[in-house]
């Protein structure tokens, strides 16, 4: 097999996993600490505005940032203290490390 078709191959593969891939699936992973910069977030247990409460997080609690929706709508996160798990408005949660500090007064 030459070496173009090696990489065709590879990019079809590559092609037909993004096509299976569920719709409220994490496309961007990792994990690293983020803290709720909101006064209140809603964690959902699913990504989505009617999915069931998990649980709230208030301000400048930590959590555990896991990844984000295909369309970067929706962060996966865990919070610290309490261990609740779901999926919060991306624009609730701060995760670059020099936005940890604190933000109330």
Not at 15 to 41: F, K, M, Q, S, Y
């Amino acid at each position: 097999m030459r070496a173009g078709t090696r990489t065709l191959t590879a990019g079809i593969g590559v092609l037909a996993v993004l096509a299976a891939w569920p719709a409220g699936a994490a496309a961007v992973t990792g994990e690293e600490p983020c803290r709720i910069n909101t006064d209140a977030a809603v964690i959902r247990q699913a990504p989505s505005k009617n999915a069931a409460r998990a649980g709230i997080g208030y301000r400048d609690q930590t959590c555990r940032f896991h990844g984000y929706t295909r369309d970067v709508t929706w962060a996966h996160i865990t919070m610290k203290n309490s261990g609740v798990d779901g999926w919060v408005n991306r624009d609730l949660i701060s995760t670059a490390k020099e936005q940890l500090a604190p933000t109330g007064p």
